[in-house]
């Protein structure tokens, strides 16, 4: 009798030694949409981070970016496994603000991209969104006088969702710095639901109701796919000078063939990389910042070859 319970207990032991001791610090990253480019970017980053600082990163998201209750069902479930902290990009900034909050009281939040209505979070790491609106409307002032001589005309802006913070803040910025080219009028801005078709038929429709349209500013990735295939469908690459927010390999090609002028490119690995890095010592205890500006710049075709424009253009995934 001894000795068949020594063999019953023994193992328990053994797999509860192995619970105790071997049991890895969990960090989850939850994007908006794991299928885009510009996410799996950031999920490269944090995978990154999770290697060299030996986390488990568990990738999580919705597959579209306006899928809000899903994402909101992945951070529940994502607190309720109990890990050392949570990584998350808001999918919108009114729907998770309560639910962040709900988080928050039982682990660090560290939050990345795009704001929420919540002062919950340990640390945010983001792109000075604002900033990325004057660079998107600077850029789109040197495309316009490049092709036509001057800085002229009527302009339009394609607004990607409606109520996301990151691009409300990028909307904000550009109108602001568009009023310092006087000769650039806004004549169209229109709202879409996050989808490259919408993106596409809204371009095109803007194209046909004004054929003076010297430009135009998508304000994210999505859409400056659908509006790029529409000015390139058009043939007016020569003429229409459009700027995208990110960047994708097909937004790249658009780039390099003249369909888009510039893109307007975040550091998205950045983002991932230092998300988790931060979530880390946060878990731990340590002082974080509560706000990092992980940085924006303007990519044409002239500058697309450089060092730093490859590397943002073209990161490593794996």
Do not use: C, H
């Amino acid at each position: 009798m001894k000795k068949i319970l020594l063999a019953t207990v023994f193992p328990i032991l053994l797999s509860f030694g192995g619970t105790s001791f071997a049991a890895e610090t969990t960090i989850p990253v939850i994007v908006k949409d794991t299928t885009s480019n510009y996410w799996q970017i950031v999920l490269a980053g944090a995978r990154k981070a999770g290697k060299d600082l030996g986390v488990k990163v568990p990738e999580l998201g919705a597959q579209s970016e306006s899928d809000i209750n899903g994402q909101i069902t992945i951070l529940e479930n994502a607190v309720a496994s109990k890990p050392a902290a949570v990584v998350i990009s808001p999918t919108q900034f009114a729907a998770l603000g309560k639910p962040i909050d709900e988080a928050a009281k039982s682990v660090k939040i560290i939050g990345i991209d795009s704001a929420a209505d919540s002062k919950a979070f340990t640390s945010f790491l983001t792109t000075d969104n604002v900033q990325g609106g004057r660079v998107a409307a600077d850029a789109l002032a040197e495309g316009v006088k490049a092709k036509t001589g001057k800085a002229e005309g009527n302009v339009a802006l394609i607004n990607s969702l409606p109520g996301v913070g990151s691009l409300d803040q990028r909307v904000q910025g550009f109108k602001e710095e568009l009023k310092k080219y006087p000769g650039l009028k806004l004549t169209q801005e229109k709202v879409a639901d996050g989808q490259a078709t919408t993106g596409l038929n809204i371009m095109t429709d803007l194209i046909t109701a004004d054929p003076t349209l010297v430009g135009a500013f998508a304000d994210n990735l999505i859409m400056g796919q659908g509006a790029g295939q529409a000015v390139a469908e058009n043939k007016l690459g020569d003429k229409m000078t459009l700027i995208a927010f990110d960047s994708d390999p097909k937004l790249v090609g658009y780039l390099q063939d003249g369909t888009i002028y510039a893109l307007i490119v975040q550091d998205p690995f950045r983002m991932g990389y230092d998300g988790v890095k931060t979530a880390l010592a946060a878990s731990k205890g340590e002082n974080v910042a509560a706000n990092v500006d992980t940085g924006v710049n303007a990519i044409t075709k002239a500058n697309m070859s450089t060092p730093r424009s490859q590397e943002l253009l073209n990161p490593k995934l794996n």
